[in-house]
């Protein structure tokens, strides 16, 4: 993207901000594992305990710090999410035996818009510790339990639930789509 993709702007507003909003109307005031540039914000901060270990290193840190038993991980790069189909992943998890249950796509698992028990810490700690970087082989000690697209598909008629912005023109389509008075982000 060649800048940092959680302060690009869609209505105006930093996609940091947009997803925390959309995660806090169904969770509460969440926390945000990050770096000292989105102090202007005014977000709940924590650093990260595994800077450079990617996304795994953010979760093992989420974990660290919540105090609730089922967590709600999203990543701020994801513009089509609903409160619709976080508040039934939410449901799902309570529900759930597993350690954790994330959404299943045609390209594999959905890691970052998923829910994790407080109970994967430690395994995922471990893995962290012994080189892992990637989210889905930290998870391997752990009870997963997937959704399969027939079980999201009614929560995303336009097929973009799970689509991020990698790319300068994944951003220019979210911008023409929110501009088009979409409905993403609870709005």
Partial sequence: MGRDKSLLELAGVPMLLRTTRLVESVTGAPVVVGNSSYRGLDLCMVPDDWPGAGPLGGIATALRVSRAPWNLVVACDLPYLTREWLEYLIARARESQGDAVLPMNARGAEPLCAIYHKRCEGAIRDALESGVR???????????????????KPFDSQGLLFKNMNAPEDYEDARAKLDRGGKFLGT
């Fill in 134 to 152: 990637k989210v889905t082989e930290g998870l391997r000690t752990l009870l997963v339990e997937m959704i399969g697209p027939l079980e999201w």
